[in-house]
């Protein structure tokens, strides 16, 4: 058995020598998504108040009078790849934005899917 083995050797050695990769903006982009008053909206995913943030939205408040499709539109624009099923916690972000008093069973993504 080899040293290897047991020890990964990257371990061993420090990545200052290593080119920066794009992990670290996407780690901070994930740290703005985290921190942004999006996800005050229950079962947010991260990963949608990022898209959300990206096409310049960065209150829940500014979701209100809009359509969950046309939201989805503009995020596609910018990024044509994004799956589908992002579209059911637009919904849900745009009925916490417009109600004061929420339904407890519309809190949830899965009460959006159409």
């Not at 849900?92 to 809190?107: G, K, P, R, T, V």
């Amino acid at each position: 058995m080899a040293i290897e083995d047991i020890i990964p050797l990257n371990a061993f050695f420090s990545k200052k020598n290593e080119p920066e990769t794009g992990d670290k903006k996407k780690k901070k982009a994930d740290k703005e998504a985290l921190a942004s008053p999006l996800m005050r909206i229950p079962r947010m995913d991260v990963r949608v108040a990022r898209d959300l943030i990206d096409i310049g939205i960065k209150e829940f408040y500014e979701l209100e009078g809009r359509s969950a499709e046309s939201v989805f539109e503009e995020i596609q624009k910018k990024r044509s790849d994004t799956p589908l099923w992002r579209l059911p916690y637009l919904r849900l972000a745009i009925y916490f934005s417009e109600n004061d008093n929420h339904d407890q069973s519309m809190l949830h993504p899965a009460y959006w899917e159409m």
